[in-house]
C-alpha cells in the first residue's frame, strides 16, 4: 500500500480500509480475467493449425507404420529364400529342380522342310 494513501485510508476508518481492498482485488481479478481471456482467444486461433498437425503427424504415423510392414515382409521373404538357397537338398529334389533338355523343341517353326 502506498504510503500518501494512509491518511485517506485512516480517515474513513476500518470501512475505507475494507472497501479498498475490495477494490484492490476487483481490479487484479479484472486483470486476471483479461488475462484468461486472451489465452483462451490465443488458444482457439492455434486450434486449427493444431488440428492440421494433428492429423498430418497421423497420416505420417499410418505411413511409417505400413513402410515397416512392408520393410518386414520384404526381409522376411528375402531370409527364406536365403535359407532355401543353403538349405541341403535331397536327391529327388536335386532332380526335381535340375531342368532337363525337352523330348523335342519347344519351337518348331524354324525347322528346315524337306
Known amino acids: 500500500m502506498p504510503?500518501?494513501?494512509?491518511?485517506a485510508l485512516a480517515q474513513f476508518g476500518a470501512a475505507g480500509l475494507i472497501g479498498w481492498m475490495w477494490l484492490t482485488e476487483r481490479r487484479?481479478?479484472?486483470d486476471r480475467e483479461a488475462q484468461l481471456r486472451q489465452a483462451h482467444e490465443a488458444l482457439?486461433?492455434?486450434?486449427?493449425?493444431?488440428?492440421?498437425?494433428?492429423r498430418a503427424l497421423d497420416a505420417n504415423t499410418r505411413a511409417i507404420t505400413?513402410?515397416?510392414l512392408g520393410q518386414r515382409s520384404l526381409l522376411a521373404a528375402v531370409q527364406r529364400d536365403r535359407r532355401e538357397d543353403h538349405a541341403p537338398r535331397s536327391a529327388a529334389q536335386t532332380r526335381r529342380d535340375t531342368p532337363t533338355?525337352?523330348?523335342r523343341p519347344a519351337d518348331t517353326r524354324h525347322k528346315l522342310r524337306p
Open 44 to 54: 482457439m486461433t492455434e486450434r486449427p493449425r493444431l488440428d492440421a498437425l494433428l
Open 28 to 30: 487484479a481479478a479484472a
Open 101 to 103: 533338355a525337352p523330348d
Open 3 to 7: 504510503p500518501e494513501l494512509l491518511p
Open 66 to 68: 505400413a513402410l515397416e
